[in-house]
């Protein structure tokens, strides 16, 4: 019997299945109109929304927002763009945080460069997946080719590697479970059970407390976080690093990495990385430094020789969220060493087999923490293509300037204490009345705090410095002026000295209101 042939002109083509009105929110060929519509109408609401702000910020507290959020029935949409977007007006919009805005000085948030938002609307829209090759394909090579120039400008050489992560807190964790791993790398499984309780990590009193939380859970021991004090110039000493090694070691314990900071979180300052690198070399320990706030003086055109000793790090934690002028998420860890990521590495036979190695298939999955993954390295793409990395450097300067010339400001102000001068730009101070006691003036500045954010007319951050209440800007934005400090300082005082007019007899102050 001889069987038909059917040729590809004989071949009916299937035919889609008729729309639906469900189908027809999904991205296609069908409703790229629709998406353009979608996508223009939601940008239009927030450009004129960052056009009109006239603070960083409403006031609004979560006990009136949170019913009108409680209140949306979820169950029940709305079935329009624009009606969807008039409610958002209300509950996020409207009191949305705004960190472009010049009186904003508060946390490490920064402004964002417009090749970056391109950047992320592109990557939400093709929706790439960074695990897999095959999910992602030029994403790959274009995160692997942004790793490379990273780590290039870190100066870790030309056996470096590392993968992008949703932020330093991520980076800090995937470096330390590398560095357990390697501390323990001839380890049985029962040396591991005796071996793991022993082990210790000596980290800065001023770094970031994402040591402790990643210690705890890498399953360390509660005390495996030593930490060192500070200088008065709140930055780590060296030689406590090299005592606190010795000292482990007199009693028994393994030192399985040390934390240098570039660029605390309070006080912007910057360990002395070489001597440090020096200290861990000499005792073979890995050194992992967390430069997810100083990562912009890779860039910076004047200030490069601030990270000098970086490049003899084991690991670095880079946040281009924070000094890149990048959208939240943007960040990497980078080893000096491709080989220690193997230790973040399971392969899956449905994602990632062990033969797509030989293969030499560029699966990422293989080197991160995460598998599904935005490709969040588009938005540093884009900008670097269009803006160049010498721009980016320009705009980081900036902002260490204006803090410089805060600090200058508030020193020479009789009303304000301030503490350690940033090496990057922030400013840890405080409103100094004279009479009241400690608490009183403790009191006064996080009420003065409180009450600047209700205005909606400034924020800053608040932080503790030796049991004490201290207010810090965290300058990040270009665009701030040293008149916008100034306008902000004066609020401050204002609100500080209404409180302590408050709550003390006027008979007992000698300070000053405003």
């Excluded at 009109?52 to 979820?74: K, M, N, S, Y």
Aim: some cysteine; proline content about 6%; overall charge negative.
């Amino acid at each position: 019997m001889t069987l038909p042939v059917h040729t590809a002109e004989a071949t009916p083509t299937p035919l889609r299945p008729g729309p639906t009105p469900a189908r027809a929110h999904l991205l296609s060929d069908d409703t790229v109109e629709q998406y353009r519509r979608a996508v223009a109408a939601g940008t239009d609401r927030v450009a004129r929304r960052i056009a009109e702000a006239t603070g960083p910020f409403t006031g609004v507290r979560p006990d009136e927002l949170a019913p009108q959020v409680e209140a949306i029935d979820l169950d029940r949409p709305l079935g329009d763009t624009t009606a969807a977007l008039d409610e958002l007006e209300d509950v996020y919009l409207r009191d949305a945080v705004w960190f472009h805005h010049p009186r904003y000085l508060a946390h490490l948030n920064c402004p964002v460069v417009i090749p970056a938002l391109l950047g992320e609307a592109v990557l939400s829209a093709v929706n790439s997946s960074m695990d897999t090759w095959d999910q992602s394909a030029g994403g790959t090579l274009i995160e692997r080719r942004l790793v490379e120039w990273t780590a290039d400008r870190i100066g870790l050489g030309p056996a470096a590697d590392g993968v992008f992560t949703s932020g330093g807190t991520q980076s800090n964790l995937h470096a330390l479970l590398l560095a357990r791993e390697e501390a323990l790398a001839a380890a049985t499984p029962a040396d591991r059970r005796i071996l793991l309780p022993q082990l210790r990590i000596i980290a800065s009193a001023a770094g970031h407390f994402s040591v402790q939380k990643a210690a705890k859970l890498l399953g360390l021991a509660p005390d495996a976080v030593v930490v060192v004090e500070t200088g008065p110039d709140r930055r780590m000493r060296p030689g406590a690093v090299r005592h606190e090694i010795a000292r482990c070691r007199r009693a028994g314990l393994t030192v399985m990495a040390v934390v240098a900071t570039a660029g605390t979180t309070d006080f912007g300052t910057i360990d002395p990385l070489d001597e440090i690198a020096e200290v861990c070399a000499t005792a073979g320990v890995w050194l992992h430094v967390d430069a997810a706030y100083g990562c912009g003086l890779l860039v910076s055109p004047t200030r490069r020789h601030l990270l000098d000793g970086i490049e003899r790090a084991d690991s670095v934690t880079v946040d281009y969220h924070k000094s890149f002028f990048q959208p939240v998420s943007s960040s990497a860890l980078v080893v000096r060493d491709r080989r220690t990521l193997r230790h973040a590495t399971w392969h899956a036979d449905y994602l990632n087999p062990a033969r797509t190695v030989a293969q030499r298939i560029p699966n990422q999955v293989d080197k991160s923490l995460q598998t599904t993954r935005r490709f969040d390295a588009l938005k540093l793409w884009l900008t670097l293509r269009v803006m160049g990395p010498d721009a980016v450097g320009e705009l980081f300067d900036e902002v260490c300037d204006r803090a410089a010339q805060a600090w200058e400001l508030v020193a020479a102000d009789p009303r304000f204490e301030v503490l350690t001068r940033s090496q990057l730009s922030t400013v840890v101070f405080r409103w100094r009345p004279s009479g009241p006691g400690p608490d009183l003036t403790d009191a006064a500045n996080l009420r003065a705090r409180e009450a600047l954010a209700a205005s909606g007319l400034g924020v800053v951050a608040g932080t503790k410095v030796d049991g004490r209440q201290y207010l810090k800007f965290t300058v990040l934005n270009p665009a701030t002026t040293v008149a916008d400090v100034a306008y902000v300082l004066d609020l401050i005082a204002e609100h500080a000295g209404r409180y302590l007019h408050e709550h003390v007899p006027a008979a007992d102050l000698t300070c000053p209101v405003g």
